[in-house]
């Protein structure tokens, strides 16, 4: 009899190991991925970090991190900072499974610091240690609920692209006084010169990959420029310790409609623009990307006719200044 009712009913059929579920899970998103990157990260940003992890001392310095500088920094986390969850910061949690849900991710663990007089978002991730989004109490106290998410989905998107590392990497570089330093820093030679400025020149093509997935998230991703303009104007300084409160939005939208009416070909930037300005212009060029519309089904296209995610790049390239 047990034999009949396991034949006539499907449900007995399908496989509910973990391997299979997680195999499911992640199934959906394999389709946005192209030559080893998802479809929606600037080209730039892969090949750079080929480049880098070729150079002489990047192997010693992301061994460093990777089981040192993350490995603290994800104790200190579960320690002593809160977790967020469905009865601790529900509206937080809320929007980072929206965040995963949009990317077709696994919804990253997020911490609350209240050690830290700043309003910072960043992630951790290795291979020793589950995603985490970190959000600094400052910030969630600082942010409207559209910059909240759209940080937390740029968060997502580094997380998604594998940036970490190279992100911990970066902290020891000494660009500026403001870039986030962790608690515990072990690694303590001499970075190269060709090490150095690699680094540098990712930066510029990883946010541009954040950004793109913070638009992703986004309930309404044509408000990205103004979410940005936004926050920086309000006094916000990102993880690279870069801020631009100076920028105006107006003016930010009017050079965006003239930089996209422009040709490929006839395509050029205002020399004195600061790299931030740069990369929200780069960034923005994402809206008339057919790629953010397959993501985004929900989303009309604001043209109605979109380019491809190569000429999109083409262009993204010109506009950050990496020359194609």
Known sequence: MSEINAKGNPLLQIDTGFRSYLKAYTRSYQSHMV???????????????QKIMSLGGSAKLFKAVNTQDIAAEAKH????????GPLKYPEIYDKVRKCAERLELIVPIVF????????????????????CIVLTKQLVEFC?????MLLMGSECGRVQNNHCTFNMAYT???????????????YTQTIGSQLYSALVQWVKYADVTANRAGMICLDKPGQYLNIMCGLYRKGYVDFYGRSEPGINFDEMSKLSEQIHGSTSRNLSIDKNLSDIERCL????????????YSWREDVVDIEGHAESGQICDVRTSVIVGNGG
């Open 112 to 131: 609350v610091r209240e050690d830290m007089d700043r309003p910072l978002a960043y992630s951790i991730a290795s291979d020793l240690i589950e995603p």
């Open 77 to 84: 986390l579960f320690v002593k900072c809160d977790q967020v």
């Open 144 to 148: 409207s609920d559209d910059e909240l």
């Open 35 to 49: 030559d080893g990157s998802l479809d929606y990260a600037f080209e730039s940003d892969f090949a750079v970090r």
């Open 172 to 186: 020891y570089l000494k660009t500026n006084n403001d870039v986030y330093r962790p608690i515990e820093r072990f």
């Open 281 to 292: 212009l780069a960034s923005n060029e994402f809206l008339y990307c057919k790629t953010l």
